[in-house]
């Protein structure tokens, strides 16, 4: 009887080297946005400027523009 040795690793192919991904973009904006330059409320919507509502002049209360002020500022 002759024995005969597999070798099981022949099948398998090696990987093929990596490739670099560009480098990652930032997320586009969206939402409601403090813009400090022009002191307005602006909107976007998938990195797009939809409006701007002077912030002297807006409806929305107090509170809720003081917190877009201090963490959506851009």
Known sequence: MKIEQLDLFSIIEPEAPK????????????????????DMFVGYTQGKRLQAIAAKHCGWPKDWQEKTKRERAI
Not at 19 to 36: F, K, T, V
């Open 19 to 38: 490739r670099e991904l560009p480098p990652a973009r930032p997320a586009p904006l969206n939402g409601m946005y403090y813009e400090r330059a022009t």
